[in-house]
């Protein structure tokens, strides 16, 4: 897998912005990467050591419309908590400027 698609975009949500003090981030990621995936982007491409990456996937929501006429599936989430080593920088996710 590339290294560059791995890693989707941060997650800003109350528990990420509590795990920030840790030196824990919270990102989302490639519903196929695996944790040495996560581990050798985070690695290669922003020059931090990793010490543990946990995986956390979020089954997809059923919503029921119209009175359970039609039955939407959200997409399921795969998210990564990375924790680096004592003595790395703080890790800032930037958005690329090619997206728009």
Same mark, same amino acid.
Do not use: C, W
């Given at each position: ?17 509590? +795990? ?18 996560? !581990?050798?982007?985070?690695?290669? +491409? ?38 680096? !080593? ?8 930037? !958005? ?5």
């Amino acid at each position: 897998m590339d290294l560059t698609q791995v890693i989707k975009a941060s997650l800003v949500t109350e528990k990420g912005t509590n +795990l920030n003090a840790q030196k824990k981030y919270l990102v989302q990621v490639n519903p196929s990467a695996t944790k040495i995936d996560v !581990k050798q982007a985070v690695e290669a +491409l922003y020059d931090r050591k990793v010490a543990s990456i946990r995986i956390i996937l979020n089954p997809p929501k059923v919503r029921i419309v119209a009175r359970g006429k039609s039955v939407q599936k959200r997409v399921r989430l795969k998210k990564a908590i990375i924790t680096l !080593k004592k003595g790395e920088k703080e890790l800032t996710f930037t !958005k690329s400027k090619d997206k728009k």
